[in-house]
């Protein structure tokens, strides 16, 4: 194979890279401990629902039962909702949807890396407006971005990953008005804020705007690849003209019709980890050290600053846990993010900051 058969826009670009997993405590993707079948009573309905769940015949479409649900979820109409594996597949269907190799997407940084991979395999231009160093946004920065550049999309994580941090809807109706084009908010951790802050209740006002949504985080369901898109019928019609008939394969879609009949176990783990981000921000905080900035976070992580972070992965990786670190001599090479999980292990990532710290 030459590597010249390639489409031009991605014979230099970079993909996005997994690390590899050597130890047992993985906290570096956002995942949750939990599993929901370990709930004997979710279980029981799971296998149920297998039992049911035919693979002779292709999948429903539009997974019609499944978007039933989540639109009641999201107090919304069937009609409203575009079921994806995974909010990476919505990324890819909006991109290819939207975004022509002579557009420009317009983000804030850092955020999350898929909105530029997809854009750049277009052979797009990503316009990123830097947070400044306490990870505060610019939103009047960022407006004047979006008034000179015209993009086709503008993203907003909200709450954002991986800095945690919130957006309010003032500040996002505000730059709703601005964009020209599409904007997505990206909503992946918003039950984790309870959803205080969702563009959600007022999106009949927006019918440029969409949300996208996942079971991954909050619904334990990041292996089921369930993320959702939720938008005007017009904005969902446009989309899914790209997407593949059969999406979505009927055991994704069984999980997910369980995981929505048991939403009160979700609520549970989400109070769970709230509870056990907070213990975990206090205590790092704490810690009295100059050279460490933990920053607040609405979402199931929390985000750090040091520049001892060669010496804290060596001791992470020394306790068995993998957290999320960045390229030595990128732009976050001092940072750190550390998925929320139990109290056992909350006490682990405290010994490893105190041992570092110590020393
Ligand atoms: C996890 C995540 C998603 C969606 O992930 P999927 O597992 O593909 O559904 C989307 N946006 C952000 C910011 C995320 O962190």
């Known amino acids: 194979m030459d590597k010249t058969w390639l489409r031009k826009t991605i014979q230099n670009f970079q993909p996005y890279e997994v690390a590899p997993i050597t130890v047992?405590?993985?906290?570096?993707?956002?995942?949750?401990?939990?599993s929901l079948w370990d709930v004997p009573e979710?279980?029981?309905?799971?296998?149920?629902?297998?039992?049911?769940?035919?693979?002779?015949?292709?999948?429903?479409?539009?997974?019609?039962?499944?978007?039933?649900?989540?639109?009641?979820?999201?107090?919304?109409?069937?009609?409203?909702?575009l079921v994806g594996n995974g909010g990476d597949e919505i990324?890819?269907?909006?991109?290819?949807?939207?975004?022509?190799?002579?557009?420009?997407?317009v983000v804030h940084g850092?955020?999350?890396?898929?909105?530029?991979?997809?854009?750049?395999?277009?052979?797009?231009?990503?316009?990123?407006?830097?947070?400044?160093?306490?990870?505060?946004?610019?939103?009047?920065?960022?407006?004047?971005?979006?008034?000179?550049?015209?993009?086709?999309?503008?993203?907003?994580?909200?709450?954002?990953?991986?800095?945690?941090?919130?957006?309010?809807?003032?500040?996002i109706k505000e730059i709703i008005l601005a964009a020209p084009k599409v904007v997505v908010v990206d909503e992946a951790y918003m039950e984790f804020n309870n959803n205080k802050q969702s563009i959600l209740p007022d999106l009949e006002n927006y019918p440029n705007v969409v949300?996208?949504?996942?079971?991954?985080?909050?619904?334990?369901?990041?292996?089921?690849?369930l993320g959702y898109l939720v938008g005007s019928k017009e904005a969902i019609s446009m989309v899914s003209r790209v997407k593949a008939p059969y999406n979505l394969n009927v055991f994704s879609q069984a999980v997910g019709r369980v995981a929505l009949r048991h939403q009160?176990?979700?609520?549970?783990?989400?109070?769970?980890?709230?509870?056990?981000?907070?213990?975990?921000?206090?205590?790092?905080?704490?810690?009295?050290?100059e050279d460490l900035n933990v920053f607040k976070s609405v979402t199931n992580f929390l985000f750090v600053k040091t520049t001892q972070v060669p010496k804290l992965l060596k001791q992470f990786q020394e306790a068995g846990i993998l957290i999320k670190s960045y390229r030595p001599g990128s732009a976050l090479e001092n940072y750190l993010r550390i998925t929320v999980t139990t109290e056992a292990v909350n006490e682990k990532i405290i010994q490893v900051f105190t041992d570092t710290f110590a020393k």
């Open 24 to 34: 047992p405590i993985v906290i570096n993707a956002n995942e949750s401990y939990q």
């Open 42 to 81: 979710v279980k029981t309905d799971l296998v149920e629902e297998l039992t049911k769940t035919a693979t002779n015949t292709y999948p429903l479409p539009y997974a019609d039962e499944l978007r039933a649900q989540i639109a009641e979820y999201v107090n919304k109409k069937p009609e409203n909702i």
């Open 91 to 105: 990324i890819s269907l909006l991109t290819q949807a939207f975004v022509e190799a002579d557009d420009k997407i």
């Open 110 to 171: 850092p955020t999350f890396d898929m909105y530029e991979v997809g854009a750049s395999s277009m052979g797009a231009t990503t316009i990123t407006v830097e947070d400044d160093e306490n990870l505060q946004h610019d939103v009047k920065k960022f407006i004047e971005v979006i008034q000179k550049e015209q993009p086709k999309i503008v993203y907003l994580c909200n709450p954002n990953n991986p800095t945690g941090q919130l957006w309010t809807l003032d500040e």
């Open 211 to 225: 949300v996208l949504r996942t079971l991954s985080k909050a619904f334990s369901l990041a292996g089921a690849r």
């Open 264 to 289: 009160d176990v979700m609520k549970t783990l989400v109070q769970t980890i709230q509870k056990n981000r907070e213990v975990l921000y206090e205590a790092l905080s704490n810690l009295d050290c």
